[in-house]
C-alpha cells in the first residue's frame, strides 16, 4: 500500500485499516484501535518506514485558533517488534481520551534562551515517561511480555567517560543537573518498564558520577523515586500539577499551558485550553522572557 515512499502517510480509516491488519491476531490490541478511532476519526494518521529513527506518536496542535490538527503513529519497520510498539502508541494516543490533557506551552529565561531546545527535549521526555509509567500494566493486560514494551538496542554505557568527556563540559548549571537526572531517571524506568537488569547497573552508574557534581542529585532523585511511587499523576485531574512538581525537582521549566481533547461529536474531538492552579508558572530567579510553544 505504502509503495515504498516514507513520506506517504494514511489518514483516517484508511490508517485504521492498515493499523488493524498489523493488528490481526491480536483481538484485545484491536480493540483499543477501535476505541482510539472512535475518538480520532480522521484526525487519526499513519505511517511507516524502514527509515524512520524509531516508533513515536505525535499530536499535533494548531494553537491559533485552538485545533487539533492531527493524531499521528510513524512505526519503524525492519525491527523485531511490529505490534508491540504499535500498541504501545496507541495506548500513548488513548490518553486524551481518559481525560489527561495535553501540554502546549513552556517559558523559559531568557538568560537560557541557548537551552531553550534542551529544555523542550527534556520536558516532552518527562512527560513520555510518566505516561509509561500509566500505561505499562494497560500494556501488560493486553497480552505482551513486559520485555516487549520498550526498544532494546542500547549499547553498553560507560559513565565515567561520559563524565570525563560528555557531562562535565562546562555548560550552564541549571541546563546539566536536570540532564544527570534524566540519565538516571531513564535507566531506573528502563528497568522498571521491562528493559532489562543491566539498566539498575546504568541507573547506580549515573549517580555515582552525576553526585560527583551534584550532591545533590542523590536526595532529588530519592524525592523522585518517591513522587513515583506515590502516584497522584495518574488521576488526570492531578496530572497536570503533578508532572509540573516532577519537572520542578529535576530543575525543568514547568509547563504553563495544557489542552483538553473533548469529544464533541463522535470521531470529531475539540481541543480546549485547561486553565488549572495547578499549572502554576515555575521560575528561575523569577525571570520570564522566552515562551516556547509545543507542538505535543
Not at 493488528?23 to 484526525?43: N, R
Not at 515517561?129 to 520485555?147: C, K, R, W
Not at 520498550?150 to 560528555?166: A, G, T, W
Request: hydrophobic share 40%; charged share 20%.
Amino acid at each position: 500500500m505504502f509503495k515504498n515512499r516514507p513520506e506517504q502517510y494514511l489518514v483516517g480509516n484508511r490508517a485504521y485499516r492498515e493499523i488493524s491488519s498489523k493488528l490481526l491476531g491480536y483481538p484485545v490490541a484491536q480493540q483499543l484501535l477501535q476505541e482510539v478511532y472512535g475518538f480520532y476519526g480522521h484526525y487519526l494518521s499513519y505511517s511507516e518506514s524502514r527509515d524512520f529513527a524509531s516508533t513515536i506518536f505525535t499530536i499535533y496542535l494548531q494553537h491559533e485558533p485552538l485545533a487539533l490538527k492531527s493524531a499521528e503513529i510513524r512505526l519503524q519497520l525492519g525491527t523485531d517488534l511490529l505490534v508491540e510498539p504499535l500498541a504501545h502508541e496507541l495506548l500513548h494516543l488513548r490518553m486524551p481520551l481518559l481525560g489527561f490533557p495535553l501540554v502546549e506551552m513552556v517559558e523559559v529565561p531568557l538568560y537560557l534562551n541557548d537551552y531553550a531546545r534542551d529544555f523542550l527535549e527534556m520536558g516532552h521526555w518527562v512527560v513520555n515517561v510518566v505516561q509509561h509509567e500509566i500505561n505499562f500494566p494497560s500494556f501488560i493486560a493486553l497480552g505482551f511480555d513486559p520485555g516487549r514494551f520498550l526498544s532494546r538496542s542500547e549499547k553498553p554505557i560507560d559513565y565515567q567517560k561520559l563524565f570525563d568527556l560528555k557531562f562535565h563540559n562546562g555548560c550552564a548549571e541549571e541546563v546539566d543537573f536536570p540532564r544527570w537526572c534524566i540519565e538516571y531517571l531513564r535507566h531506573m524506568f528502563t528497568a522498571r518498564h521491562g528493559g532489562g537488569i543491566e539498566h539498575s547497573t546504568y541507573a547506580r552508574d549515573t549517580l555515582y558520577w552525576g553526585a560527583r557534581l551534584y550532591p545533590e542529585l542523590i536526595p532529588v532523585t530519592d524525592a523522585i523515586e518517591r513522587w513515583f511511587e506515590r502516584g497522584a499523576f495518574k488521576d488526570p485531574g492531578q496530572y497536570p500539577r503533578e508532572v509540573n512538581c516532577l519537572l520542578g525537582m529535576m530543575g525543568i521549566p514547568q509547563f504553563t499551558g495544557w489542552v483538553l481533547l473533548q469529544p464533541s461529536a463522535p470521531r470529531m474531538p475539540v481541543a480546549v485550553r485547561l486553565e488549572s492552579r495547578s499549572a502554576r508558572r515555575w521560575s528561575w530567579q523569577n525571570n520570564f522572557a522566552l515562551s516556547q510553544e509545543l507542538g505535543v
